[in-house]
T-cell receptor
Framework: RKEVEQDPGPFNVPEGATVAFNCTYS??????FFWYRQDCRKEPKLLMS???SGNEDGRFTAQLNRASQYISLLIRDSKLSDSATYLC?????????????FGKGTKLSVKP | ETGVTQSPTHLIKTRGQQVTLRCSSQ?????VSWYQQALGQGPQFIFQ???????GRGNFPPRFSGLQFPNYSSELNVNALELDDSALYLC?????????????FGEGSWLTVV
């Protein structure tokens, strides 16, 4: 079983749509979780951290369910500029910060 | 943008050769991590350096080695290159190894092994 699994997509949605990405992780001891965004042939960039209480940043909402070892990202009112690959990330328990376990990524394509 | 710079940005090597990739961390950052991202995959942790010492290593063979200099810049060396080493190599720096220290990625070095 992969340590961090996510649906590779692609998700093709029209502008203005709401889209949700899901991710599961296998290490129950992982403490920190993140969503990264990666544009084509670019480096990953931190989109947001994920907390058990859930957190929101504008059109983006992230949720963590520790009991189910499940992480989600919701994007409301999709923009063309949201087109990218979204990487689900868990910090490797027992490792140091910076030792991150990445999923393969979910590709999102927002169409006019 | 992130203050993390990597060189070279692109390079082509022949199978069996050796390569050195370089990374300058963001000012004030003493921790550097290296990741390999093959096409269609997420980044895979190679190893991390903290204050010039290796501080954790992923599932990569010994022909992947590195070091960190007193100014906290870092090198990744790969010996006996194989075709499967073709990937984007990402360097990330942070101001420490504890949780809560945001890491910043450089733009990466694209390595093609032919």
């Amino acid at each position: 079983r992969k340590e961090v699994e996510q649906d590779p997509g692609p998700f093709n949605v029209p502008e203005g749509a709401t889209v949700a990405f899901n991710c599961t992780y296998s290490n129950s001891a992982s403490q920190s979780f993140f969503w990264y965004r990666q544009d084509c042939r670019k480096e990953p960039k931190l989109l947001m951290s994920v907390y058990s209480s859930g957190n929101e940043d504008g059109r983006f909402t992230a949720q963590l369910n520790r009991a189910s070892q499940y992480i989600s990202l919701l994007i409301r009112d999709s923009k063309l500029s949201d087109s990218a690959t979204y990487l689900c990330v868990a910090e490797n328990y027992g490792g140091s910060q910076g030792n991150l376990i990445f999923g393969k990524g979910t590709k999102l394509s927002v169409k006019p | 943008e992130t203050g993390v710079t990597q060189s070279p940005t692109h390079l082509i090597k022949t199978r069996g050769q050796q390569v050195t990739l370089r990374c300058s961390s963001q000012s004030g950052h003493n921790t550097v991590s290296w990741y390999q991202q093959a096409l269609g995959q997420g980044p895979q942790f190679i190893f991390q350096y903290y204050r010039e010492e290796e501080n954790g290593r992923g599932n990569f063979p010994p022909r992947f080695s590195g070091l960190q200099f007193p100014n906290y810049s870092s090198e990744l060396n790969v010996n006996a290159l194989e075709l499967d080493d073709s990937a984007l190599y990402l360097c990330a720096s942070s101001s420490g190894i504890g949780s809560g220290n945001t890491i910043y990625f450089g733009e990466g070095s694209w390595l093609t092994v032919v």
